[in-house]
C-alpha cells in the first residue's frame, strides 16, 4: 500500500512538473510568435531612445526581483536597487529613488521639495534622470538665484493615504520640508472604485491579508504565478465572454466615495502643513482614457484593448471617478491636471498611465508653474514649444 502511495505521488508529481514545463513553453512560443504590440518599450513617446530596451529589461528585473520588502502601517516600500538607469537609494529617513539636484557650491540657500505619489511620480518605465522630480528640480533651480533640492518620495502602487502614513513618518523623524507636493488620481481610482471600502483601499490587500492570517489561500497563492495558472486563465477568458452590467447610481455613489476620500487626505496634509509650516500643493494627475488628447495610433491601440477586454483596468469605473474630481474643479482641494495633454498631439502615454520622458517633463513643468506663482520663486523657464521633444543625450 505506502509502494503504491509513494509511486502515484511521484508520478503525480512529475506528471504536474511536466505540464508546467509544457505549459511553460507553449506561452513562451506564443509570446515569440505574437508578440505583444502594447508593450511600453513599443510606445512612440520613447522614440528615438537608444536605451529604452536595456532600460525595460532592468525592469523586468527589478520587478521581478523580489517583494519590495514590509514596512509597518504601510505595508510595502521600495527596495534597494542599483542599475544603469534605475537606482533606489538607501537613505537614514528610507530608501527613495534618486533624484537630479544640485550639488555642493551650487546652493545658496536651500528650499527642500518632498514629493510624494504612486508609481507616475516614482518614475517606473524612465532613467532617474526622466522622472517627474527630476524634471521638477531642474526647472525650479533654473533661475539660478535659489537651490531647490527635490525629494522623490514615490512609492509604486501607493495611494493618497499611504503617501499620508510616509509624510507623516517623515515629519515625526524630523524633517522640515518647505514646500510638500502630491500627485495623484488614477491609483485611488483605479482600486478605490473595485475596494469594498475606499476610505481603506490598498492594491493586493486580498493576497497580504490571506497571507498574514494564515489561510490556506494565503500558502497557496504561488500557485497563481505557476504558467499552467496562467494558461487556465487565458483559456477561461477567451471562452467567457462576460458582460458586466453597472448601475449608473451606484457607479456614482461609489466614486463620490472615492474623490471624498481623495479630498479628506488633502484636507489633513493641508492641515499638517499649518502644524509644520509648510506650504502644501496636490495635483489631479492625466490619464490616456480621459480627456480630449489627440492619442497617436499607439495610444489608440491601447484605448481600444481596454475597451474590449477590461483586462488591464475597468475604463468605465476609473471613467466616473476622474469625471466625478472635473465636477469639483474650483473648490480649490487640489489642482486639476487631467486635462493638461489635451492640445498635444505627440506620443506621451506608454500606457494608461505612465508616460514618457517627454510627458514627465511637461507635467513637471506644470506643476512648477504653479508652484512659482504662489510663491513667487525665480520666474519659470518656458516649456518646450507644442510638438517639441526632449532630448536623449542622457
Excluded at 520613447?46 to 517583494?67: I, K, M, N, Y
Excluded at 524630523?174 to 473595485?194: E, H, K, L, S, W
Excluded at 491601447?302 to 466625478?324: G, I, M, N, P
Aim: with cysteine; hydrophobic share 40%; aromatic share 12%.
Amino acid at each position: 500500500m505506502f509502494a503504491f502511495a509513494g509511486t502515484a505521488m511521484v508520478g503525480g508529481l512529475a506528471f504536474l512538473a511536466l505540464l508546467e514545463l509544457f505549459c511553460f513553453a507553449t506561452w513562451s512560443l506564443a509570446r515569440w510568435i505574437h508578440p505583444n504590440p502594447l508593450r511600453a518599450e513599443n510606445s512612440p513617446a520613447f522614440a528615438g531612445a537608444p536605451w529604452v530596451t536595456e532600460l525595460f529589461h532592468e525592469e523586468d528585473l527589478r520587478l521581478a526581483s523580489q517583494f519590495s520588502g514590509y514596512v509597518p502601517f504601510r505595508i510595502r516600500g521600495e527596495g534597494p536597487w542599483h542599475s544603469r538607469y534605475v537606482n533606489n537609494d538607501i537613505h537614514p529617513t528610507g530608501i527613495w529613488r534618486r533624484t537630479d539636484n544640485p550639488e555642493g557650491d551650487q546652493c545658496r540657500a536651500q528650499t527642500n521639495v518632498w514629493i510624494f505619489g504612486g508609481s507616475t511620480l516614482y518614475g517606473t518605465g524612465v532613467p532617474d534622470w526622466a522622472t517627474v522630480p527630476s524634471y521638477l528640480s531642474r526647472i525650479l533651480n533654473s533661475g539660478g538665484h535659489e537651490c531647490v533640492i527635490v525629494t522623490n518620495f514615490g512609492v509604486e502602487a501607493y495611494l493618497t493615504t499611504q503617501e499620508l502614513i510616509l509624510l507623516l513618518e517623515q515629519l515625526k523623524r524630523g524633517g522640515r520640508p518647505d514646500i510638500v507636493i502630491f500627485y495623484d488620481g488614477f491609483n485611488d481610482a483605479n482600486i478605490g472604485m473595485t475596494s469594498p471600502d475606499p476610505r481603506n483601499a490598498h492594491y493586493g490587500v486580498e493576497i497580504i491579508k490571506a497571507r498574514i492570517e494564515g489561510s490556506f489561500r494565503g500558502r497557496m497563492d504561488f500557485i497563481n504565478r505557476l504558467y499552467t495558472m496562467r494558461m487556465l486563465g487565458a483559456a477561461r477568458h477567451l471562452f467567457r465572454r462576460r458582460v458586466e452590467v453597472i448601475n449608473p447610481e451606484e457607479l456614482h455613489v461609489k466614486a463620490v466615495a472615492v474623490v471624498d476620500n481623495f479630498e479628506a487626505n488633502y484636507d489633513i496634509v493641508r492641515a499638517l502643513g499649518k502644524a509644520y509650516h509648510f506650504r502644501f500643493y496636490g495635483f489631479w494627475q492625466p490619464m490616456l482614457l480621459y480627456g480630449h488628447k489627440p492619442a497617436d495610433s499607439f495610444e489608440q491601440q491601447l484605448e481600444q484593448f481596454d475597451a474590449a477586454h477590461k483586462s488591464r483596468l475597468d475604463s468605465q469605473r476609473v471613467f466616473a471617478v476622474y469625471q466625478e474630481a472635473e465636477r469639483r474643479v474650483g473648490k480649490g482641494t487640489f489642482i486639476y491636471l487631467a486635462d493638461l495633454f489635451d492640445s498635444r498631439p505627440e506620443p506621451i502615454y506608454y500606457d494608461e498611465a505612465h508616460l514618457g520622458p517627454h510627458g514627465n517633463e511637461l507635467v513637471a513643468n506644470a506643476i512648477a508653474k504653479y508652484v512659482r506663482d504662489q510663491t513667487g520663486m525665480s520666474a519659470l523657464a518656458p516649456p518646450p514649444p507644442n510638438g517639441d521633444r526632449v532630448a536623449y543625450n542622457h
